[in-house]
């Protein structure tokens, strides 16, 4: 398999636990499930995206595998896929296994929600992790709750004034259906069209689009049309 023609992997990690790795880890694998054959690897230790899968059985929309070790990472780029979608840990000391996922990944996405404690582990992750690797990569903001005034804008400051990083510029808002998503073995695509869904089907719908412009410029970047 060449470069042109091999899967792209991207890598969900912030080395801290309660951003929303696993829920922005499957829910962005179904929406993008819709025109791209996708895989989810879990190699989070805490297993929630396995959990998931496991209450899930056969009705995601995508393919999943679990317990991968960091040696196996490295054949996850000769399989037959469009996008891997990879869970990493959370946590600070466990930075063998990101080591090994970020080595191999093609795009990282950091879920960031508005909790001050996750700004640190957000900088080193980056700082350490994801720029001297030169990976192109966006924050994505999670868990927002509008209906706490003002916060949306006070963290997008946040991400463009203080951290300077790139971010989505679609955010993903707080939503009793996204949290009851693991508990439900239910991806954000297999969700009913109701009133109480559709901010979480047009939160994702609408960051998946943005996600598969950046995407193609990967494609774009090593030869891939």
Do not use: C
Request: charged content about 25%; hydrophobic content about 40%; glycine content about 4%.
């Amino acid at each position: 398999m060449t470069a042109a023609t091999e899967p792209i992997l991207i890598a969900v990690t912030n080395q801290k636990g309660g951003p929303g790795k696993s829920t922005t880890t499957m829910n962005t694998a179904a929406s993008l499930a819709r025109d791209h054959k996708v895989l989810v690897v879990d190699v989070d230790p805490q297993e929630t995206t396995t959990d998931w899968a496991n209450i899930a059985g056969d009705d995601l929309p995508f393919d999943f595998a679990s317990s991968v070790t960091p040696a196996a990472l490295a054949q996850l780029k000769t399989l037959d896929y469009d996008v891997i979608l990879v869970d990493t840990p959370g946590s600070l000391e466990n930075t063998g296994v990101l080591t090994a996922v970020l080595d191999l990944a093609d795009f990282v996405i950091l879920p960031l929600n508005p909790d001050y404690t996750n700004i640190k582990p957000l900088k080193k992750t980056v700082k350490d992790h994801v720029e001297p690797r030169e990976l192109a990569f966006r924050v994505l903001l999670n868990k927002v709750d509008m209906r706490n005034q003002g916060e949306l804008e006070d963290w997008r400051e946040v991400v463009d004034k203080v951290l300077k990083m790139p971010r989505f510029k679609q955010h993903i808002r707080m939503s009793k259906s996204i949290k009851d998503g693991p508990q439900e073995g239910k991806v954000v695509t297999q969700y009913t069209d109701t009133r109480a869904n559709q901010n979480a089907i047009f939160d994702y719908t609408s960051y998946a689009t943005e996600l598969k412009g950046l995407l193609a410029e990967v494609r774009a970047s090593r030869g891939v049309n």
